[in-house]
């Protein structure tokens, strides 16, 4: 075992090769398979959900349905910031915005583009956004996806 942590209605444990999820709402536990050779990064555990960063991939855990969803890493692909409020998570990389939320729908992604440079990440009243030098970008638990704003 890697590591463990509990909070609100679910509970992860990290093995070396496996990602354990509890859902105190479903009362079971899932699993997902991870490669041997991924180094984890990164493994908060927040009331409603969880998410593990490693070198080559995104995983989510939804606490109120016990489901893990996850989002592959490009092959240069690197995290530079994360945000993750009590609703959901943003990941900053070099190439794009990864968001995902606690309640609805799956990893969503939005490309930054060649001139894409984040000026700003804020979180407000259950939304994150994003300001970019080109536009602004909206993340929300109740959204499907990104939103976005000239």
Known sequence: MIGSGASGINAVVVTSRRLLGFSSRTLTWNETDRDLDEKV????????????????RLYGFRGANGIWLNEALGVLETVKKTQSPDYGA????????????????????????????????DKEKGLIIVTTSNHTLVFGSRLSGWEEFE
Do not use: C, M, W, Y
């Open 90 to 121: 943003v990941f900053v990389t070099n190439e794009r915005l990864v968001g995902f939320a606690s309640l609805l729908g799956d990893f969503s992604s939005k490309a930054l583009g060649i001139h894409g440079r984040i000026v700003q990440l």
């Open 41 to 56: 990064l990164e493994r908060p555990v927040l009331p409603t959900f969880s998410v593990v960063r490693t070198d080559k």
